[in-house]
């Protein structure tokens, strides 16, 4: 990031003191820059249009206009990246700014270095997916989704393990790529797969694009939730 200048960041709460203990930990960076802050999902919105931000640090509960619908407004623009925070783990809400286009999920009690490190993988374009807290979170509310649309269509509750109907996107896949985004929704880096598949890791980084350029998927986090929507990676100890 040197190179084309410092990451700008917008902070997004509608509580101040956790807005001025992230400025803090970030502005302690050399290649970090606080533009601004907005304490609800609507000033949110406008402020981006205004700074245009590299990346938005965005809470998910909040009045006017909540993360959810915030983060759907922010990335449809195309032009900043957002990082979704959140108290809980297990939130629907996180789960619901995931699939609404946010990189990355963290929890507010995040070590700083970690915060730090997040912002700056999805500032260069990549997503942030927690191994196993990202993981647990995705695993919960595709479970349940499955089990809603079941009930919705008056379909039986599908046995533990069954998958639901693929996408026939997937089909566009190779059998090489295939093995990848699955490797990928088990949160491994491009290293590990790369070590995995025993592949250099400009390699995986190729097969990574490709697989995004054909399910029309924007980054990691999006490609995970795709995989576990359709049914590609079953949630482990299904318990539908």
Not at 143 to 167: F, I, K, M, N, T
């Amino acid at each position: 990031m040197d190179e084309i200048g410092p990451i700008r960041i917008l902070l997004v709460d509608d509580q101040p003191l956790l807005r001025m203990g992230f400025r803090l930990i970030l502005e302690g960076e050399d290649d970090v820059c606080i533009v601004g802050e907005a304490s609800d999902g609507a000033e949110a919105v406008r402020r981006v249009r205004e700074l245009t931000p590299d990346v938005v640090l965005m809470d998910v509960r909040m009045l006017v206009l909540d993360g959810i619908e915030a983060a759907r407004a922010i990335t449809a623009s195309g032009s900043s990246r957002v990082i979704i925070l959140t108290t809980f783990d297990l939130d629907e809400y996180a789960f619901a700014g995931l699939q609404a286009g946010a990189s990355a999920f963290l929890l507010k009690d995040v070590a700083p270095a970690e915060l730090i490190s997040a912002v700056r993988v999805v500032a260069s374009g990549d997503a942030v997916v927690a191994p196993r807290v990202t993981r647990r979170l995705l695993e919960t509310y595709v479970r349940g989704a499955v089990r809603a649309a079941g009930a919705a269509e008056g379909r039986p509750r599908p046995a533990a393990g069954e998958r639901p109907l693929r996408d026939p996107l997937l089909e566009d896949l190779t059998p090489r790529e295939t093995e990848m985004l699955e490797a990928m929704a088990e949160a491994l880096s491009n290293a590990e797969i790369a070590r995995k598949f025993f592949l250099s890791e400009a390699t995986v980084k190729t097969h990574v694009r490709r697989i995004l350029t054909k399910l029309h998927l924007r980054d990691r986090v999006q490609a995970v939730v795709y995989a576990y929507e359709t049914g590609l990676v079953v949630p482990s100890n299904a318990d539908y």
